[in-house]
């Protein structure tokens, strides 16, 4: 008999929190999944799910340039450095502080940290392993509060950095005679994220709604506001997230609701409701056709594409705890239920899930298949027994205890 059982997948969970990143190809999805990274191929339709993990939740990570190295962060700062390639742990390493964006350069030789109320500029581990892979530059100061997002320039030769006290700051990689960091100030609230258009032009992107597209004077050298543009929503809904890629600007809502944006002009090129809570996360494909947005409350991945307006991977795991799990007798099917009173089945050889039953009230904490047939049974807190039909995924109907 053998008995050297390896990791395989993870199910009952598609997405947490931290950012999402498509690899060069545009073929697969990166989604921090607890304190693991899965791989969703869009292409194939398949996962798979790396088998080391931080010691918790993943706050962040980082794709190189060419997709070869990665670089996940936890919430109290501990970092993994991973080579996707191979799938095989490098290194590890603490930033001593919890990170709330790491970005490598496009030139994949640097890496931007954010520490707080500071930037920190590492030297990008090669993928080879080394007894000190992380080595630190420089350390950028001059902000007042914690830094929530930073975006390097094409060239790699410039940072813009986001941060709560309503400011961007545009620092410098390398020491530059007779040039100083600017600040740029206007925002009344804090700044979600900011982006490079070119060297010379930079949009920002503020939780009230606001997106500033600056512009440096080349007489001068100052900067400027040349066009000021708001998301008018109703109620209190803020911007939750922003991404940017070739023109093209996207923008989450606190109510689950995006919006594509054509820029410079700002026009809108599609608005859509996908969620019940806050987008955590947006992200664009390197080839400009596929959205991807986490919703961290409900624990959604979905991913949308924007010129055919359908579905290419839609995925939610349970929203509370797991309370039970059934292998089905061909092995080929994984049920499970939660607190959240769903059943969901999920696919054993792909990992994505394909069905999901509403029909129970509470928490669900009893789950079984019928041997030599395609009926799932489940119990539930509500006090019914449930069946099901895996052939037409429909309820066959449910069964309640009297208790005297």
């Known amino acids: 008999m ?12 598609v997405y947490r929190q931290g950012n999402l ?68 742990l490098l290194a590890h390493h603490s930033f001593k502080k919890p990170v709330k964006d790491i970005k490598y350069s496009p030139c994949g ?13 590492w030297s990008a581990p090669s993928v080879k392993k080394e007894f000190a892979p992380f080595t630190l530059i420089r350390t950028y100061t001059g902000q007042y509060d914690t830094i929530t997002s930073i975006t390097w320039s094409s060239c790699s030769n410039f940072i813009a950095c986001s941060s709560v006290d309503m400011t961007v700051k545009i620092l410098s990689r390398e020491p530059i005679e007779g040039w100083k960091p600017v600040t740029l100030t206007g925002h009344k609230k804090p700044v979600i994220a900011a982006f490079f258009r070119s060297t010379s ?13 600056w512009e440096q004077c080349s007489a001068t050298g100052r900067w400027r506001i040349t066009s000021k543009n708001f998301v008018n929503q109703p109620g209190n809904v803020f911007v939750s997230s922003a991404s940017y890629h070739t023109n093209m ?6 109510n689950g609701q995006f919006t594509l944006y054509d820029m410079p002009s700002c026009d809108i090129i599609q608005t859509l409701s996908i969620s019940q809570k806050d987008i955590s996360t947006v992200c664009i494909s390197p080839s400009g056709e596929l959205l991807a947005f986490g919703c961290q409350g409900l624990g959604q991945l979905l991913v949308w594409e924007w010129q ?22 061909d092995s080929l099917a994984i049920a499970t239920g ?17 069905v999901t039953f509403h029909e129970h009230t509470s928490a669900v904490t009893a789950v079984t298949f019928k041997p030599h047939s395609n009926v799932l049974l ?23 205890e009297q208790l005297e």
């Not at 398949?46 to 939740?57: A, G, Q, S, Y």
């Not at 640097?110 to 930037?119: E, M, R, S």
């Not at 032009?201 to 597209?213: E, I, T, Y």
């Not at 600007?249 to 606190?254: N, Y």
């Open 378 to 400: 489940s119990g539930s807190l509500d006090g019914t027994v449930r069946a099901y039909d895996l052939f037409r995924w429909e309820g066959l109907g449910y069964h309640t």
């Open 201 to 213: 032009q930079v949009l920002s992107v503020s939780a009230d709604g606001a997106m500033f597209q």
């Open 109 to 121: 030789l640097y890496l931007a940290v954010t520490h707080g109320k500071h930037v920190q500029l």
């Open 338 to 354: 939660g607190d959240d009173g769903k059943v969901k089945v999920w696919s054993s050889e792909t990992g994505f899930c394909y």
């Open 308 to 329: 055919s307006e359908t579905y290419i991977l839609k995925q939610q795991g349970h929203s509370y705890n797991m309370n039970s799990v059934a292998y089905s007798p």
């Open 21 to 88: 990143t498509f690899t060069p190809d545009s073929n697969k999805l990166i989604s921090p999944v607890g304190s693991r990274i899965t791989i969703f191929d869009l292409k194939a339709s398949k996962t798979v799910t790396l088998p080391f993990e931080t010691r918790k939740n993943i706050e962040c990570f980082a794709l190189s340039p060419n997709g070869n190295m990665a670089v996940c962060v936890d919430i109290e700062g501990r970092a993994i450095l991973i080579n996707l390639q191979r799938k095989v």
């Open 249 to 254: 600007l996207v923008i989450g809502l606190t």
């Open 2 to 13: 053998k008995f050297s059982y390896g990791f395989s997948n993870l199910c009952g969970t």
